[in-house]
C-alpha cells in the first residue's frame, strides 16, 4: 500500500527543520577541515595491513570469484533463480561492499579482481626480464568521464535492459567490462586507468571518504567520519558521476511507480502482441531516457543552486567543485533506502548458492537447502529506515557544504551561500520520499 502523501511532505519539512539545526551549530567554524587529517594507526597495524602477504592473498580470492562468477554466468544453470551471478553481482558485490566501505575505508584496491590479475600478470612479465611502459599518456582532462560513462553502462544493464538477470547477459557484460578495463590499463598505466576510468574504483572511493579510516601523507589514519569530503574535488566528470550515482537510484524507484508503468503499458501496448521484439525495444528505449533523464536532472539542480549560491553572495569563482562532494552522502542514502531490504534478504540466498553456484544440482557445503527469512522487517520498520536514512544523510550533506562554505567564504557569505544548497537538499529529500512512496 503506498505510504500517504502527507507523510512524506512532513518527511520533507523535518529534513527542513534539521538543516537548519545543523546550520546554526555549523555556524561559527568549520567542524570537518581540522579533522581530516586524523590519527596516524599503529606501525605493527599498518604494515600487516599494507602487507604484501595480505594483498597478496586477498587479490587471489577475488581473481578467483571474479573467473567463478564469469564462469557460472556462462556455462551455469540459465535461471537466475539457480545461478550465482544476478544474485553475486547485483546484491552481493554491488550492495554487500557499500557497508564494507563505510566501516573499513578503502578498501577496494586490495578487493579488485581486474588490478589483482593485471598485478599479477605484471610480475610474472618482470620475472620474465622484461618491462613495460604505458604507450599514452593519461589526458587529465578526461578526469573520471570514462568511469562515469562505464558506472552508467552499468546502470543502464540493470535498470533498463528486459533481462538485467540473464546470466548469459552477465557473462557478456564481465567479458565487456574486463576487456575495456585492462585494455585501459595496459595503455595508460594499472593505477592510473583504475583510480580514473575503472567505475567501481572510482565509486567505493566515493563513498569511502565518509568512512572514518583514510589515507594521508601515504600513512593510513583514523579520522572523524564525513571529513574526508572536507575539501574542493576538482577533477573533471566527478559531477557527472556522482549523477549517475544519484539519478539512477532516482530512476529505479520511478520505473516502479503506477505512472511509469503507465506510460509503459501505453507505448508497448500496440507491439506487445504481434512484435514482442519491437515492443522490448521501445521499452528499454523509455527505460534508457528515462535514465538519462533523472541523471540530468540532478546534474542540472545542482548546477542551478551553485548558480543562485554565487549570486547571493556575489562570488565571481566557480564554486561547483567546493561543495560537489557534499552531494555523495546523499547518493548513499538513496542507495540505502532504495536497496537495503534487497540486500538484506536476496543476500542470504548467497548461502545456498556457495553450495551450488551453477545450479547443477551440488551441495557443496551442506547449505543448498537454506531457507532464508523473506520477511526479516515489518512495513513500518522499512519506512522509518528509509525516511531515516534519507533525513540523515540530506543533513549530512548540508553540514558538508556549509563546513566547505565557512572554510572558503568565511562567516559573512557562508550561511547566505547555503541557502540555495538547502533547498536543494529538501528538493531531494522530497523527491526521494515521492519515490519511496510511489514505488
Not at 512532513?10 to 546554526?24: D, E, N, R
Not at 606501525?43 to 586477498?58: A, C, D, I, K
Not at 549523477?243 to 530512476?251: H, I, P
Amino acid at each position: 500500500m503506498p505510504v500517504p502523501d502527507w507523510l512524506f511532505f512532513w518527511g520533507g519539512a523535518v529534513v527542513l527543520v534539521l538543516s537548519f539545526l545543523a546550520l546554526g551549530a555549523l555556524w561559527k567554524r568549520p567542524q570537518l577541515e581540522g579533522h581530516a587529517a586524523g590519527r596516524t594507526l599503529p606501525p605493527g597495524l599498518e604494515r600487516f595491513l599494507r602487507s604484501t602477504g595480505l594483498r597478496t592473498v586477498l587479490g587471489l580470492v577475488s581473481a578467483g570469484l571474479l573467473t567463478l562468477v564469469f564462469l557460472t554466468a556462462l556455462i551455469g544453470e540459465p535461471s537466475s533463480a539457480q545461478n550465482l551471478a544476478p544474485t553475486f553481482v547485483y546484491v552481493i558485490f554491488w550492495l554487500g561492499l557499500v557497508p564494507v566501505q563505510l566501516l573499513l575505508g578503502n578498501v577496494w584496491p586490495a578487493l579488485n579482481p581486474w588490478l589483482a590479475c593485471a598485478n599479477g600478470v605484471a610480475w610474472v612479465w618482470e620475472r620474465l626480464g622484461r618491462t613495460w611502459t604505458p604507450p599514452l599518456a593519461y589526458p587529465e582532462r578526461l578526469g573520471v568521464w570514462p568511469a562515469a560513462f562505464l558506472l552508467f553502462c552499468f546502470a543502464a544493464l540493470e535498470l533498463a535492459y528486459a533481462e538485467p538477470a540473464s546470466p548469459r547477459a552477465l557473462a557478456l557484460a564481465i567479458a565487456l567490462y574486463s576487456y575495456v578495463t585492462w585494455f585501459g590499463m595496459a595503455a595508460y598505466g594499472r593505477r592510473t586507468w583504475a583510480e580514473r576510468g575503472e567505475a567501481f574504483t572510482v565509486y567505493f572511493g566515493l563513498l569511502a571518504r565518509i568512512a572514518p579510516f583514510g589515507e594521508r601523507d601515504g600513512r593510513l589514519v583514523a579520522r572523524t567520519p564525513l571529513s574526508g569530503l572536507a575539501g574542493r574535488e576538482t577533477t573533471p566528470g566527478v559531477l557527472a558521476f556522482v549523477a549517475v550515482m544519484l539519478g539512477s537510484v532516482g530512476f529505479d524507484g520511478l520505473s516502479r511507480s503506477p505512472f511509469w508503468q503507465s506510460v509503459r503499458a501505453d507505448l508497448e501496448g500496440p507491439y506487445i502482441v504481434d512484435s514482442p521484439g519491437t515492443a522490448e525495444l521501445v521499452t528499454t528505449a523509455l527505460a534508457l531516457a528515462g535514465l538519462v533523464a533523472c541523471v540530468l536532472v540532478v546534474a542540472l539542480a545542482y548546477l542551478a543552486a551553485i548558480r543562485i549560491a554565487r549570486t547571493m553572495v556575489g562570488e565571481a569563482r566557480p564554486l561547483v567543485p567546493e561543495f560537489l562532494l557534499s552531494l555523495v552522502p546523499i547518493a548513499l542514502v538513496y542507495a540505502v533506502s532504495h536497496y537495503f531490504t534487497l540486500l538484506v534478504i536476496q543476500g542470504q540466498y548467497g548461502l545456498s548458492f556457495a553450495s551450488d553456484p551453477f545450479g547443477y544440482g551440488w551441495d557443496l557445503f551442506g547449505t543448498v537447502d537454506y531457507s532464508p527469512n523473506i520477511a526479516p522487517f515489518t512495513p513500518n520498520t522499512v519506512w522509518y529506515v528509509q525516511v531515516g536514512a534519507l533525513v540523515g544523510g540530506h543533513v549530512a550533506g548540508l553540514a558538508v557544504a556549509h563546513d566547505r562554505a565557512v572554510t572558503t567564504l568565511g562567516e559573512r557569505d557562508a550561511l547566505r551561500s547555503q541557502y540555495a544548497m538547502l533547498a536543494l537538499m529538501v528538493v531531494y529529500t522530497v523527491g526521494g520520499l515521492w519515490l519511496l512512496s510511489r514505488g
